[in-house]
T-cell receptor, first 113, second 117 residues
Framework: AQTVTQSQPEMSVQEAETVTLSCTYD???????LFWYKQPPSRQMILVIR??????QNATENRFSVNFQKAAKSFSLKISDSQLGDAAMYFC??????????FGTGTSLTVIP | DTAVSQTPKYLVTQMGNDKSIKCEQN?????MYWYKQDSKKFLKIMFS???????INETVPNRFSPKSPDKAHLNLHINSLELGDSAVYFC????????????????FGPGTRLLVL
């Protein structure tokens, strides 16, 4: 069974600093997708970044980047130059071939002014 | 041009009532989902559904049932509401991946906050 583990229930970062949120997953498949979603207090689930497993290059979206280590089954999210608006719950998600998604338990990020 | 919409946004009701939450997506996706997010913010998949297959999380009580009038809609019916049903319910949609078009991404509705009194 696929599982997604986020071992950091809470993290904090000073404004303008960099923070890394960790995510590991368990799978026996070679073809899959990985995602990070952000959920601010409004509760809207917002896609932050996505990564195809067959691509070795790490995905980047402006201040957000991932460190994808396929052999280690690790998919961490790095937020650079943290802003107050980055404060939210962050969920790591795994999609296998087909339509099944698996979510981690989330990491609550606090940004300290 | 909202991609995934849900109504109502808030729902307050008495224990024992029957209620429905509607979901519509205009993305042309072939699979829709319902998730429950509890007070600890854990996201729990309840159902995934496309025109071929309904996958039910076995832990979901049979008081919950999805109804899909067409490919763009997946409504959630809840019978005999209980206090423990209070949560935020999210609808989402996705499609079988096709290289380069981001359709493997799951898009979420804004959520429906259900409070059972």
């Amino acid at each position: 069974a696929q599982t997604v583990t986020q071992s950091q229930p809470e993290m904090s970062v000073q404004e303008a600093e960099t923070v890394t949120l960790s995510c590991t997953y368990d799978t026996s498949e070679s073809d899959y997708y990985l995602f990070w979603y952000k959920q601010p207090p409004s509760r809207q689930m917002i896609l932050v970044i996505r990564q195809e497993a067959y691509k070795q290059q790490n995905a980047t979206e402006n201040r957000f980047s991932v460190n994808f280590q396929k052999a280690a089954k690790s998919f961490s999210l790095k937020i650079s130059d943290s802003q107050l608006g980055d404060a939210a719950m962050y969920f790591c998600a795994y999609r296998r071939a087909g339509n099944q998604f698996y979510f981690g338990t989330g990491t609550s990020l606090t940004v300290i002014p | 041009d909202t991609a995934v919409s849900q109504t109502p946004k808030y729902l307050v009701t008495q224990m024992g009532n029957d209620k429905s939450i509607k979901c519509e997506q205009n993305l042309g996706h072939d699979t829709m989902y319902w998730y429950k997010q509890d007070s600890k913010k854990f996201l729990k998949i309840m159902f995934s559904y496309n025109n071929k297959e309904l996958i039910i999380n076995e832990t979901v009580p049979n008081r919950f049932s999805p109804k899909s009038p067409d490919k763009a809609h997946l409504n959630l019916h809840i019978n005999s509401l209980e206090l423990g049903d209070s949560a935020v319910y999210f609808c989402a949609s996705s499609q079988d991946p096709t290289s380069g078009d981001h359709k493997e991404t799951q898009y979420f509705g804004p959520g429906t906050r259900l409070l059972v009194l």
